[in-house]
C-alpha cells in the first residue's frame, strides 16, 4: 500500500474511532491523604455530562459518558439521557459499586452470607434498569472482593459464589445488552483477589455467554505485565468487551492514558489496529478511567484523548505488508524498525488535519482555555457539594 493511501485510511478511521469518558474523571478525587476541591467542579451527574461534553465539543470523538452507580443517581434518567442528547453526547457503560456499602466489607458477589451476595446482585438489577432508562447497553462489573489472610474464607466457595451471582446478573439482561467484568491484581485486598486476572475474568465470562466480555483496565496489572499480549489473546477469543485506559507508574495510579508509558500505549493500540478492533462495530469501548488530582480536570480529559488518537494514529501507520515480509522472511531487526518507524512519526500534524476536517479547532486544548468555559463554571457552580468519588 502506498504510504499516501496509509495517511487517507488513518485519517478515516481516525474520524470513526470514539473514547468513552469516565463521570468521575470530573468529580473530586484524591489520595488516601488528600482530596484537592478544585473551582467549578459539578454538584451533580447533570454537571458532569456537561463538562464531559466539553471534551466532545473539541475532540469530536468522545460522544458518550459512562456512569458510576450509586454516584451518579438521579431521580429521572431519563432527563439525565435527555440532557445529554442535548448536549451532543449519550450516556455510555454504567458502571456498578459494590465496594462503599458496609454490608460488602467482606465482599459482594463472593460473601458468605447469601443476603449479602443477594443485595449485590439486587445492586446490579438497579444498574440494569438505569441502562434502560438511559439507553445505554453495557454494565461495567469490577468486585473489591477479596481476603486479606490465608484462611479467611475458601477460595474455590469464593469463586463458585461469583460464578452463581454473576449468572444470575447476566440472565437480568435484556438481549441486546452486555456486560464486562473487569479485574484487577490487588487492592483494597492484599492476599487474594477474586478476580485477580485476565484468565479468572475470561473463565467467567465464558461460561455466562457471548454477550459477556473482559475489560482491561491498564493499571490493574503487577509491574512489568505486558498488556499487549493479554489484548492479542482476549482479541483471539472475540472476549476483549472494553478497556479502562489510565497509566501506572506503582499501583492504580490512574493517571492520564499515555503519560507515563506512551510506546505500551502504542504497543497496546498496534494489537488493537493489526485485528482491526478499532473499528467502531468491533465491540471493543476504548474507555477512560481516570482521576485527576492534582490537574485541571476537562484539559487532562480533552490531553488523554488525544494521547489514545496519537497512539491510534501511530498504530494505523505501521506499514503492515513492510512488517509482515519481515517477520515472515526472520528478519529482527528490520519487523522492529518497521514498527519503530511508525512509533517514532510525529502525528500531531495528521491528527490535528482531522480534527479541521472534521470541522474542529486543530489544537482542543487552545480551543477550550480560550473559550472561556472554566471560568464560567468556576463563577457559576457556587454552593452546592462538589462531586467527589463517593458522592
Ligand atoms: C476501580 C476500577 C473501576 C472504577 C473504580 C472507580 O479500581 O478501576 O473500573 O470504576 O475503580
Ligand atoms: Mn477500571
Not at 488528600?34 to 466539553?54: H, I, L, M, T, W
Not at 506503582?250 to 489496529?273: C, K, N, T
Request: aromatic residues 8%; glycine residues 8%; proline residues 5%.
Amino acid at each position: 500500500m502506498a504510504a499516501s493511501t496509509r495517511v487517507a485510511e488513518a485519517k478515516a478511521a481516525l474520524k470513526e474511532q470514539t473514547i468513552e469518558l469516565p463521570s468521575w474523571a470530573f468529580g473530586n478525587s484524591g489520595t488516601r491523604f488528600k482530596v484537592f476541591g478544585q473551582a467549578g467542579v459539578p454538584r451533580d451527574p447533570f454537571e458532569k455530562v456537561a463538562d464531559a461534553a466539553q471534551v466532545h465539543q473539541y475532540t469530536g470523538v468522545a460522544p458518550r459518558v459512562s456512569l458510576h452507580i450509586p454516584w451518579d443517581l438521579v431521580d429521572d434518567f431519563e432527563a439525565l439521557a435527555r440532557h445529554a442528547e442535548g448536549l451532543g453526547v449519550r450516556i455510555g457503560m454504567i458502571n456498578s459499586n459494590v465496594f462503599q456499602d458496609d454490608d460488602f466489607m467482606l465482599g459482594s458477589l463472593a460473601h458468605p452470607d447469601p443476603r449479602v451476595r443477594a443485595k449485590a446482585v439486587d445492586h446490579h438489577k438497579q444498574c440494569i434498569d438505569v441502562m434502560r432508562a438511559t439507553g445505554s447497553k453495557d454494565l461495567k462489573v469490577w468486585l473489591s472482593d477479596g481476603l486479606n489472610y490465608p484462611g479467611q474464607d475458601s477460595i474455590r466457595a469464593r469463586q463458585d459464589r461469583i460464578a452463581e451471582s454473576l449468572s444470575e446478573i447476566y440472565g437480568a439482561l435484556d438481549d441486546d445488552q452486555h456486560m464486562v467484568l473487569e479485574y484487577k491484581f490487588f487492592e483494597p485486598a492484599f492476599y487474594i483477589t477474586d478476580v485477580p486476572d485476565w484468565g479468572t475474568s475470561l473463565l467467567h465470562v465464558m461460561a455466562l455467554g457471548d454477550r459477556a466480555k473482559v475489560v482491561l483496565d491498564t493499571g490493574h496489572h503487577a509491574p512489568g505485565t505486558n498488556i499487549e499480549f493479554i489484548v492479542a489473546q482476549l482479541l483471539r477469543q472475540g472476549r476483549l468487551g472494553a478497556f479502562d485506559f489510565n497509566s501506572r507508574f506503582y499501583a492504580d495510579d490512574d493517571l492520564m492514558v499515555g503519560a507515563a508509558d506512551p510506546f505500551q500505549l502504542f504497543r497496546i493500540m498496534h494489537e488493537i489496529v493489526s485485528a482491526g478492533a478499532h473499528a467502531p462495530d468491533s465491540g471493543v469501548n476504548f474507555m477512560l478511567d481516570q482521576c485527576h488530582n492534582i490537574e485541571p480536570k476537562i484539559p487532562a480529559q480533552i490531553r488523554s484523548v488525544m494521547n489514545v488518537q496519537e497512539a491510534t494514529a501511530k498504530a494505523l501507520l505501521v506499514d503492515v505488508e513492510a512488517l509482515t515480509a519481515a517477520q515472515l522472511s526472520g528478519d529482527v531487526l528490520g519487523a522492529h524498525a518497521v514498527l519503530m518507524d511508525a512509533y517514532d512519526t510525529d502525528v500531531r500534524p495528521l491528527v490535528a488535519e482531522v480534527r479541521e476536517e472534521m470541522g474542529l479547532e486543530p489544537n482542543p486544548t487552545a480551543a477550550f482555555a480560550a473559550s472561556g468555559y472554566a471560568e464560567k463554571i468556576a463563577a457559576e457552580r457556587v454552593g452546592g457539594a462538589q462531586a467527589g468519588w463517593g458522592a
